[in-house]
Structure formats: structure tokens, C-alpha cells
């Protein structure tokens, strides 16, 4: 059973789901070598330290129409995002609130959000308004 504080934060996350942002994909090289696929921490940590400028985005990012994965994600100096480890599809990215140890603390211990049909549902509809905008 999830800690009711643990509780809490899932909710909040899937009441941001409609609020969610296409992140684009960006090709980039780290060291000269592509993004490590399924390792977007480590990817955009080392895509900060190697551009100082820019900083690590944590967050949650929907992808089978039933959950939310973490995920990390870039925001360049003009504060744009760019996801530098994904490149299919769109998918909608919900910001983490919260310092940066505690995301890593709840990573560690979860690294997926299930949620309930009815907000399901109004996933499919947000994300649907991605290829309509």
C-alpha cells in the first residue's frame, strides 16, 4: 500500500495530465556518441554537464495510455524542451514539483504511475489535441 504522501504526489501528477507538454526530440551527440536508449537520466545529466547553460528537466511521461513513466528531459537556454533519449511519437510530459532528490528518491522506489480508466480517457483526449494544434 502506498504511503499516503507517496498517494498524493501520484495524484497530483495525473491531475496535470491534460496540462501535459509535447516535448519534441532533439538528435544530438554526447561526447560523440548517441543518447543511450532507455537511460534518459543519465543522458540529459550528461547533456548538462557537457552544456552548462542548460538544466535537467524531471517529470513524468505518458506511454502506453495507461501510465506514466519517468522521464528526464532538456531545457536549453531560451527555455525550450527537447527530449534527447526518445524519438517515437509524441507523448505528453508532466513536470515533477519537487526537488531534485526527491524525484530521485521516488524513482528509486516507483518508476511507473498507473492511473484509473476516467483519467485515462482524458489522456487519449489530450493527446489527440497534440495532432490537431
Given at each position: 500500500m502506498l504511503?499516503?504522501?507517496e498517494r498524493k504526489y501520484e495524484l497530483d501528477v495525473l491531475s496535470r495530465v491534460e496540462s501535459g507538454l509535447h516535448v519534441p526530440f532533439r538528435e544530438v551527440s554526447l561526447g560523440?556518441?548517441?543518447p543511450v536508449e532507455g537511460s534518459c537520466h543519465d543522458n540529459v545529466d550528461e547533456w548538462v554537464r557537457l552544456n552548462p547553460e542548460?538544466?535537467?528537466?524531471r517529470g513524468w511521461a505518458a506511454n502506453d495510455g495507461n501510465s506514466h513513466t519517468a522521464h528526464s528531459v532538456v531545457k536549453d537556454e531560451c527555455g525550450n524542451l527537447f527530449d534527447i533519449t526518445v524519438k517515437y511519437g509524441s507523448s505528453l510530459f508532466v513536470r515533477h514539483i519537487g526537488s531534485e532528490e526527491d524525484f530521485r528518491r521516488k524513482v528509486k522506489c516507483k518508476h511507473t504511475i498507473r492511473y484509473p480508466?476516467?483519467?485515462r480517457d482524458r489522456l487519449i483526449a489530450a493527446q489527440l489535441r497534440i495532432f490537431e494544434d
Open positions: 504511503a499516503m504522501n560523440g556518441r548517441p542548460c538544466r535537467a528537466i480508466d476516467d483519467l
